[in-house]
């Protein structure tokens, strides 16, 4: 297994270990403030990060094509705050339109 499935698949090890470590390490203490905000924000960042990979990167070269108006469209659609199915499927429907033309 090699390519995107193997960085996946050591992220989710990493998120594992790192969740199984700190209930080992600090036993019945609290997590500091600061590091549990740090720590609440990884993974929208790690998703956005994902996401934004997806998007823009083909084969190590920056490309803006039809993903790119899917995803704008998406966008939209969440920040008027449409459903979830209405938001996926006016996204596909805008990939493959894009793609289309």
């Known amino acids: ?3 995107p499935w193997s960085v996946v698949l050591v992220v989710a090890s990493v ?3 790192l969740r199984a470590a700190g209930p080992a390490l600090l036993g019945e203490r609290e997590v500091p403030a600061r590091l549990a905000d740090v720590i609440e924000l990884l993974p929208p960042a790690l998703l956005a990060a994902f ?3 997806g ?7 920056l ?3 039809a993903r790119a108006v899917g995803l704008a469209v998406a966008a939209c659609a969440v920040l008027a705050r449409l459903p979830l199915p209405a938001t996926l499927v006016l ?3 805008a990939t493959g339109l894009a793609r289309l033309l």
């Open 1 to 3: 297994m090699n390519g």
């Open 15 to 17: 998120a594992f270990g």
């Open 51 to 53: 996401v934004a990979t």
């Open 55 to 61: 998007v823009f990167v083909s084969r190590s070269a």
């Open 63 to 65: 490309v803006l094509d």
């Open 91 to 93: 996204a596909a429907s």
